[in-house]
């Protein structure tokens, strides 16, 4: 890892606005540069939609650019005009500041981030912003075939090299991840009770996994997307190389917390963060993005 000056880290504490009130609140002002930031969350959670409020953040000033690197398809240039909307002076110089690039295998998302750093370094204006979406598609095949040990390799050197890369050019790095349900001794077991002929006891448990919500949260009714107990793709493997973790999820009582708003709820929660208090806020999807009382 190559050194870095005291004015790189300064400029890392600077953040990357979400678009989005209730959320940057929550985190401060926004995901911090200088280190990865995991949005985790099922299907339809807005992880994407949240990623890309943030590509057009990075983007809406001339002074700096973004890099998206896709792994689940082409990106959907039709979602980031509705969200550059309002949010940009001009649509088209705020597209030439995004640098787009898709990959399909494991190895092809190594090989981009492999590159990346010199990218980065020859970027006018410089990257601000680098987006991985999302980080466990090119690894299932890798799992089905039960290449665990070569996965997290790959996973810790690809950690390793955008961590640097986030502290020596104060960018923030973004990466998506899918979650899972997690039941533990989902089975019911029974046994017999003590003392010699008492009744059959019911034993069974569904224990809270490493993605539980923040202290406080719990006296809310919870997001029907964090019932079961979720754990972040990629196992303990790539948990442990990012510095922060948020987990978005849909809440259906997100309209009563955010009044006058119509649309889908949606809620965040900061489970992991150097800088930032465990927290949750809501919003609401809508065409134009997540929009949430600050």
Same mark, same amino acid.
């Given at each position: 890892?190559?050194?870095?000056?005291?004015? =790189?880290?300064?400029?890392?504490?600077?953040?990357?606005?979400?678009?989005?009130?209730?959320?940057?609140?929550?985190? /401060?002002?926004?995901? /911090?540069?200088?280190?990865?930031?995991?949005?985790?969350?099922?299907?339809?959670?807005?992880?994407?939609?949240?990623?890309? =409020?943030?590509?057009?953040?990075?983007?809406?000033?001339?002074?700096? #650019?973004? &890099?998206?690197?896709?792994?689940?398809?082409?990106?959907?240039? *039709?979602?980031?005009?509705?969200?550059?909307?309002?949010?940009?002076?001009?649509?088209?110089?705020?597209?030439?500041?995004?640098?787009?690039?898709?990959?399909?295998?494991?190895?092809?998302?190594?090989?981009?981030?492999?590159?990346?750093?010199?990218? &980065?370094?020859?970027?006018?204006?410089?990257?601000?912003?680098? &987006?991985? *979406? #999302?980080?466990?598609?090119?690894?299932?095949?890798?799992?089905?075939?039960?290449?665990?040990?070569?996965?997290?390799?790959?996973?810790?050197?690809?950690?390793?090299?955008?961590?640097?890369?986030?502290?020596?050019?104060?960018?923030?790095? &973004?990466?998506?991840?899918?979650?899972?349900?997690?039941?533990?001794?989902?089975? %019911?077991?029974?046994?017999?009770?003590?003392?010699?002929?008492?009744?059959?006891?019911?034993?069974?448990?569904?224990?809270?996994?490493?993605?539980?919500?923040?202290?406080?949260?719990?006296?809310?009714?919870? %997001?029907?997307?964090?019932?079961?107990?979720?754990?972040?793709?990629?196992?303990?493997?790539? #948990?442990?190389?990012?510095?922060? /973790?948020?987990?978005?999820?849909? *809440?259906?009582?997100?309209?009563?917390?955010?009044?006058?708003?119509?649309?889908?709820? /949606?809620?965040?929660?900061?489970? =992991?963060?150097? *800088?930032?208090?465990?927290?949750?806020?809501?919003?609401?999807?809508?065409?134009?993005?997540?929009?949430?009382?600050?």
């Amino acid at each position: 890892m190559e050194p870095v000056t005291a004015r =790189q880290l300064l400029a890392a504490q600077a953040r990357v606005p979400t678009g989005c009130a209730a959320y940057d609140a929550a985190l /401060r002002g926004g995901v /911090r540069r200088g280190q990865i930031t995991e949005l985790a969350g099922a299907a339809a959670s807005g992880k994407t939609t949240l990623a890309m =409020q943030l590509l057009v953040s990075a983007v809406a000033r001339p002074g700096s #650019s973004a &890099v998206y690197i896709g792994t689940e398809g082409a990106f959907r240039m *039709d979602r980031f005009e509705e969200l550059c909307e309002g949010r940009v002076d001009s649509l088209s110089a705020a597209s030439a500041r995004v640098s787009l690039q898709t990959v399909a295998t494991a190895d092809e998302l190594a090989f981009a981030v492999h590159s990346l750093p010199a990218f &980065v370094r020859s970027r006018v204006p410089p990257v601000r912003l680098v &987006v991985v *979406d #999302s980080v466990a598609a090119p690894f299932r095949g890798d799992v089905d075939r039960g290449n665990a040990a070569r996965r997290a390799q790959e996973l810790f050197g690809m950690s390793s090299r955008l961590r640097a890369l986030a502290a020596s050019a104060g960018l923030a790095v &973004v990466t998506v991840n899918q979650v899972a349900a997690v039941f533990e001794d989902a089975v %019911p077991k029974f046994s017999s009770g003590g003392g010699g002929g008492g009744g059959a006891k019911r034993q069974g448990s569904l224990q809270r996994s490493s993605l539980s919500l923040p202290r406080g949260a719990a006296s809310e009714p919870l %997001p029907y997307s964090v019932r079961p107990p979720v754990r972040a793709a990629l196992g303990l493997a790539w #948990s442990n190389c990012v510095n922060a /973790r948020v987990l978005l999820a849909h *809440d259906a009582h997100a309209a009563m917390r955010c009044p006058g708003s119509t649309g889908e709820g /949606r809620a965040m929660h900061v489970l =992991q963060s150097s *800088d930032c208090a465990p927290a949750s806020a809501h919003a609401v999807l809508q065409s134009g993005g997540l929009h949430g009382p600050g």
